[in-house]
């Protein structure tokens, strides 16, 4: 199993910043063999991609949505995915749920390993 841990969420103006960390653990596994992504589900909605990086960050996506204003990241020392959140807005209000899987998926939801999910709300 791996084990994923979200931070870095919070309460934040329309036109802030957030950067959510999301730590990887787990006996016998070696973060830098998953590729990393983090989705977001806001309350009635579908969960959808925000951002995906491959194994060793030289592949990221993000979709249109997002891109241009967030960033992903990974520090394969520190068994750390990062996202860094710019220019935010209040349909970004959702939770944020990290996930790993030991292939590279942009199109799909289908992550083996999932956090719990922290919530990031912006107000208007």
């Known amino acids: 199993q791996v084990q994923l841990v979200e931070s870095g969420g919070g309460l934040v103006q329309a036109g802030g910043s957030l950067r959510l960390s999301c730590a990887a653990s787990g006996p016998g596994r070696t973060f830098s063999n998953y590729c990393m992504g983090w989705f977001r589900q806001a309350p009635g909605k579908e969960r959808e991609l925000v951002a995906v990086?491959?194994?060793?960050?030289?592949?990221?996506y993000s979709p249109d949505s997002v891109k241009g204003r967030f960033t992903i990241s990974r520090d394969n020392a520190k068994n750390t995915v990062y996202l860094q959140m710019n220019s935010l807005k209040p349909e970004d209000t959702a939770i944020y749920y990290c996930?790993?899987?030991?292939?590279?998926?942009?199109?799909?939801?289908?992550?083996?390993?999932w956090g719990q999910g922290t919530q990031v709300t912006v107000s208007s």
């Open positions: 990086i491959s194994w060793n960050g030289g592949n990221t």
């Open positions: 996930a790993a899987d030991r292939q590279y998926k942009p199109l799909t939801n289908n992550y083996n390993y």
